[in-house]
């Protein structure tokens, strides 16, 4: 209970004046609703076209998109209600922590399913019907929570062990610190985004390097490939950032300790938002088919394809 006291202690102590608030929530609303327009859009012509929705590489597309907006709806939420209720019940806090969580592990896992997907095609490409199929990528989706779950549950279990039923009945401001205060907790956290960090960047330069060889004597296809990676890679840096927000939250503290909340806005506007606004930029309106499917959807331009969902 002391480090949920601590952090609600230094939140009261910076609160923001009225406009700067609403301010705040304003942006956060209208990005919000922006990033969820276009990735509504995405989702609509993912379940139309049986292009999509028959094709290892766009379902793991589509997943990166659910993802995004299991990650910016609650993330959205929890910022509103930080400033509209405060304070909520702990139970309630863990449960909106615990799904965020599962959906930011999940996306560089995502991105590295999506970058060996690429690879197989381009330099395997008389064995990738064989081995990308749709029942394989399903259950690589399926796996992928599976290990998310592994990495998030254990600081749940931890804190039922030791903190007292009380604790779960009291209000504090919706942090995962302050959903699951054990330091251990921290720790775990900290090995566990190494190790998914080191895995995640071996697959994206092994990929990219083999395809970079590929491409040096082969179609366009090869080179449109590698640079479809290198935007694996940068997705995976802004991912980065999540991992590294504690430490960059602490770094803006000290320089700026009269600007927390200003501080903690900047940190959730570039680690949560931004990379969740890049995805359907790099991915939905880069790619050629989708973008054409896309377009009618966005500019309300019906097309003759019957529904279907996965």
């Known amino acids: 209970m002391n480090v949920s006291s601590a ?7 910076y609160r923001d004046s009225f406009t700067k ?24 012509t993912f379940t139309r076209h049986e292009v999509f ?14 993802n995004d907006l299991i990650q910016v709806t609650l993330t959205s939420v929890l910022f509103v209600i930080s400033y509209i209720l405060y304070r909520i019940q702990v139970s309630v806090c863990c449960v909106f922590v615990l799904i965020a969580l599962f959906a930011t592990e999940n996306t560089p896992l995502n991105l590295a399913c999506m970058a060996m997907e690429c690879y197989i095609a381009i330099c395997r490409p008389l064995r990738h019907a064989r081995i ?5 990528t399903l259950m690589l989706i399926g796996l992928m929570w599976a290990t998310s779950m592994l990495s998030v549950l254990p600081d749940l279990f931890v804190t039922l062990a030791t903190q007292p039923l009380d604790f779960f009945r009291s209000r504090v401001f919706c942090l995962r610190e302050t959903a699951f205060p054990d330091p251990r907790i921290v720790q775990k956290r900290d090995v566990t985004y190494v190790v998914y960090l080191v895995v ?16 040096k004597a082969a179609s366009g296809d090869a080179r449109k490939a590698r640079n ?12 980065m950032a999540t991992y590294a927000e504690p430490l960059l939250r602490q770094a803006l503290l000290l320089r700026f300790p009269r600007n927390r909340s200003d501080s903690q806005f900047a940190c959730y506007i570039i680690i949560h938002i931004l990379p969740r606004a890049v995805s359907p930029v790099v991915y ?7 973008r054409r499917h896309l377009r009618n959807y966005l500019f309300c331009r019906g097309g003759p394809t019957k529904p279907r969902l996965v």
């Open 7 to 13: 952090n609600v202690t230094m939140v009261i102590q």
């Open 21 to 44: 608030a609403v301010t705040k929530n304003v942006i956060v609303i209208v990005l919000g609703i922006s990033i969820h327009y276009i990735n509504a859009g995405l989702i609509q």
């Open 53 to 66: 929705y028959t094709n290892p590489r766009y379902i793991l597309f589509f997943h990166l998109v659910v």
């Open 132 to 136: 990308c199929t749709v029942r394989r």
């Open 200 to 215: 995640v960047w071996l697959v994206i330069f092994y990929t990219y390097f083999r395809i970079l060889f590929t491409a």
């Open 228 to 239: 479809t990676i290198a935007l694996h890679g940068f997705q995976v840096l802004l991912c």
């Open 284 to 290: 939905g309106v880069r790619d050629r088919t989708f």
